[in-house]
């Protein structure tokens, strides 16, 4: 059977979304330079324009989850701390997801070091999610269906073989199945000629690791501490952001706005 016509309606929009969405703002890719820069612009743009609903405009032009959530927050009655602490709860909720995922990630790079059964792969990747959103059998059938794709003469293979945070948990754990199944068919080594086609990144980095041999043990220890990193400069991130955002709601200069960024930068 053609691996498409195994797609549901539902599994082909939400590969038109990753295709469509993977230049957008994301915080825990962003430089912390590069956010603050956002936020100073809309500083400057709401003090050249003067007209608050201009933040209502930006809410609907952005997908990044915690600035729509701050943007939403200062078109609204709330007061400061209350913001701040609705602020707090979405960012412990946003890195917990990343972290989550991020697991997800490296524990499907360790079996892959390991040389793991891709059913075991498959059981820890149900634990961390807390139940399988699909059923074993039909997250073995995407995999395959997904191989089978992939080596299509006209296959698109950054789109394919892209693997992120951003991803949707039943989305992500199909692609690591992809990934453990093609090392158990084909060899670890042979991941190597997936890498050209992939970001630099978390999930790029681990795999050049189990790919090129490391043992199982370097490659969970470099990608836990990678990980802690990652979600460490997040944590900061989305604490600027949310100052920042509190900054401009009250109507404080634009000096003065950048001297709450500079607080947050090396």
Not at 32 to 45: G, M, Q, R
Request: proline letters at 3%; a neutral charge.
């Amino acid at each position: 059977m053609d691996p498409r016509e195994q797609k549901d309606p539902k599994e082909q929009k939400d590969q038109r979304e990753q295709s469509t969405t993977q230049n957008e703002l994301d915080i825990l890719e962003m430089p912390v330079e590069a956010l603050a820069a956002y936020w100073l612009s809309i500083k400057k743009l709401l003090d050249t324009k003067r007209d608050r609903s201009l933040l209502a405009a930006e809410l609907e032009n952005t997908n990044e989850r915690l600035i729509r959530h701050l943007l939403d927050a200062a078109v609204s009655g709330l007061d400061q701390e209350l913001i701040r602490r609705l602020t707090r709860a979405k960012t412990q909720g946003l890195l917990a997801e990343g972290r989550r995922r991020f697991e997800m990630i490296r524990q499907t790079l360790v079996g892959i070091a390991l040389g793991e059964n891709p059913r075991l792969t498959h059981i820890r990747l149900m634990g961390l999610m807390g139940g399988p959103p699909v059923t074993e059998k039909r997250a073995f059938e995407l995999a395959y269906g997904l191989m089978s794709t992939v080596g299509e003469q006209d296959a698109d293979l950054p789109m394919l073989l892209r693997v992120d945070h951003k991803q949707k948990d039943d989305r992500l754990a199909v692609k690591m199945l992809f990934y453990s199944l093609a090392a158990r068919r084909n060899g670890k080594q042979a991941l190597n000629e997936y890498l050209p086609h992939l970001r630099p990144g978390y999930f790029s980095e681990g795999l050049s690791l189990a790919a090129d041999g490391f043992e199982a043990e370097f490659v969970s220890r470099h990608l836990m501490d990678l990980r802690d990193a990652i979600l460490a400069q997040a944590r900061r991130k989305m604490d600027m952001a949310t100052e920042m955002c509190l900054a401009i709601r009250a109507q404080l200069s634009y000096d003065d706005v950048f001297r709450v960024a500079r607080s947050f930068m090396a």
